[in-house]
């Protein structure tokens, strides 16, 4: 594939807590289309189906497989994800929800502390083994967005066969996939499949694997669709191997999932107009908030990058994570304010919350909903086993994807040489209780059968008129909007090119806990202006990882300025 490598002088990169000059192959310039993944195999596959005249439907679904291959820890068959869908011939927007849902034996309580449990026990139970698994989307996701948007130029098989030919021939463990095996070294020995690939200190970076089991089920997806996953011979490979690590799921809960299509959200914010995920997804929200307060609170002659820009960016997110514990959950389940949670008077009377000299903390933040407001009780969660990709083809369509198996490595339970999800750990554990992220749980999102834990992940896509100009999303639990937010605000406010803005050190603030979360990049300067604001300031290697296409016209040729974050490994690919 030719390859435009930009002349980005030195970018500051953060690559796992350590600053490193970048690597130009995260960033590149295409004329015709791209595809930006967080493994270049995974690119790959999507750029070489849209070479054989594959469209973005097509090409996303073939990095999405290969994505399960070769970056099994991140996302996968046994996963599940959003899709943002933009097709050109129409101009229309369309939101895939193929997140897991809760087995039908799912309760409110099933992940509440029991006598005896220490914090460790009572926590693994909602992430690791058969109860953490919760019935996969990702197979009919995929196969939704092929059958829906796909351009039938080429088949499922050749869609398939890329992923298939990286687990059969085999393919290098990236550094991430290898520093995540590390991760979770001890509770991958508990799975045959994923114990195989282990040395005494994790998964070799560079070693050289196969999964000659999960070839054979990309074979069958490419012949046969996802229906041998909800009904058929892997649907029963995904119940037994639920049921021997103490799982609930069962066969008529794998036979009764579909994918749901949602009307995406969007708000106008800085001359453009952002669309993003709707609920189960709290991330989308969190980013047109947080976005419609920054444009209130825009000084005269707008925001410069530096730290009066990051104190509001922490300040404009706290509150949506306030409104998360108090209203989020899956809205076919519960009664989820969306549209007053983003309605103008809301966010007026957030915006007067502000103090430009103060951080101020979580309960300041708080607004309860007005009394004729639809309200629903509390809810929020997080991950690390996720990842992104946008795809722009030469039609102009876009997909926006992400998918995730939650924590790394999900369950750390296989099934058919898919890693199995545990998203179950995305509802609330307990009321009030914290989840791995220290987002506290809230009742909207206790489990329940058939309902979707609620998510951070934001596919989104960001237009200027009718044009779309932007597709960018993250992986990285609760930092997901947080960080697709400022990649998206430092391209396009800040005019910085794709790969720079990727780089720029990020800064993360939830509200619970009150810490404001900055990268090592982040210079002295800023760091003591923000404690000086009150800012509880600590330092962290990463605010998630970002994926992005921009599309930059000029004299009406249309550039597609691609960036993979460095953060992790990943290169976009395209022509
Ligand atoms: N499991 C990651 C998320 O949905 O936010």
């Not at 068959?77 to 849902?101: I, K, M, V």
């Not at 040729?557 to 691609?562: N, P, S």
């Amino acid at each position: 594939m030719r390859r435009v490598a930009l002349g980005l002088a030195c970018l500051a990169v953060v690559l796992v807590g350590q600053a490193t000059p970048s690597r130009p192959s995260h960033a590149a310039v295409y004329a015709r289309y791209a595809v930006a993944a967080d493994h270049p195999l995974a690119s790959d596959a999507g750029a070489r189906v849209l070479a054989a005249g594959g469209n973005a439907a097509d090409a996303a679904a073939a990095t999405m497989l290969a994505l399960g291959v070769v970056s099994p820890a991140s996302s996968g068959l046994g996963g599940g994800g959003f899709a943002l869908y933009y097709r050109a011939s129409d101009r229309s927007l369309t939101f895939l929800d193929f997140r897991e849902t809760a087995p039908g034996a799912a309760t409110n309580d099933m992940f509440a502390r029991r006598e005896g449990d220490t914090d460790e026990v009572a926590a693994q139970r909602s992430m690791t083994g058969g109860l953490a698994v919760a019935v996969p989307g990702e197979p009919a996701g995929i196969d939704a967005l092929i059958a829906r948007f796909g351009s039938r130029r080429v088949t499922r098989a050749q869609i398939a066969s890329h992923a298939e030919r990286y687990a059969r021939e085999g393919f290098a463990v990236s550094r991430y996939v290898s520093d995540s095996s590390r991760v979770a070294l001890a509770l991958l020995r508990g799975d045959t499949l994923l114990a195989g690939w282990l040395g005494a200190d994790g998964i070799a970076q560079g070693a050289r694997i196969t999964n000659p089991q999960l070839a054979a089920t990309l074979r069958t997806f490419g012949r046969q669709g996802a229906a041998p996953f909800y009904r058929g011979a892997i649907a029963r490979a995904i119940v037994d191997a639920v049921s021997a690590r103490g799982g609930v799921m069962t066969a008529e809960d794998l036979a009764g999932y579909a994918v749901r299509e949602r009307t995406p959200i969007s708000r106008d914010a800085f001359g453009r107009r952002w669309v993003s995920a709707p609920p189960p997804s709290a991330g989308g929200i969190t980013m047109l908030q947080s976005l419609a307060l920054l444009e209130a609170w825009q000084p005269e002659g707008g925001w410069r990058e530096g730290a009066a820009f990051r104190h509001a960016l922490t300040q404009s997110w706290i509150g949506s994570y306030v409104d998360r514990a108090a209203y989020l959950g899956d809205p076919d389940h519960a009664d989820v304010p969306t549209a007053a949670l983003l309605a103008d008077d809301r966010i007026a009377r957030r915006a007067a919350i502000f103090d430009r000299d103060r951080a101020l903390p979580a309960e300041r933040w708080e607004l309860p909903l007005a009394p004729d407001e639809t309200r629903a009780p509390s809810a929020p969660p997080s991950d690390h086993g996720t990842s992104h990709l946008c795809v722009v083809d030469e039609e102009g369509n876009i997909a926006a994807v992400t998918t995730t198996v939650n924590l790394l490595f999900g369950a750390r339970v296989s099934a058919a040489g898919m890693v199995l999800n545990d998203e179950m750990d995305d509802f609330a554990r307990e009321l009030g209780a914290p989840n791995a992220f220290g987002l506290p749980g809230g009742a909207a999102n206790l489990p329940r059968p058939g309902a979707r834990p609620v998510s951070s992940m934001a596919p989104t896509i960001v237009f200027e008129g009718s044009r779309p100009v932007m597709c960018v999303g993250a992986s990285g639990g609760s930092r997901i909007p947080t960080a697709t937010e400022q990649v998206a605000l430092v391209s396009l406010l800040f005019d910085a090119e794709i790969g720079e803005a990727m780089s720029r050190p990020r800064v993360h603030q939830q509200g619970s806990p009150a810490t404001t979360l900055v990268e090592r990049g982040v210079d002295t300067g800023t760091r003591l202006a923000l404690w000086r604001r009150g800012h509880d300031v600590s330092e962290t290697p990463t605010v998630a990882n970002v994926q992005t296409i921009r599309i930059v016209r000029r004299d009406g040729v249309v550039e597609l300025h691609a960036a993979s974050d460095p953060r992790k490994d990943g290169e976009p690919r395209g022509e």
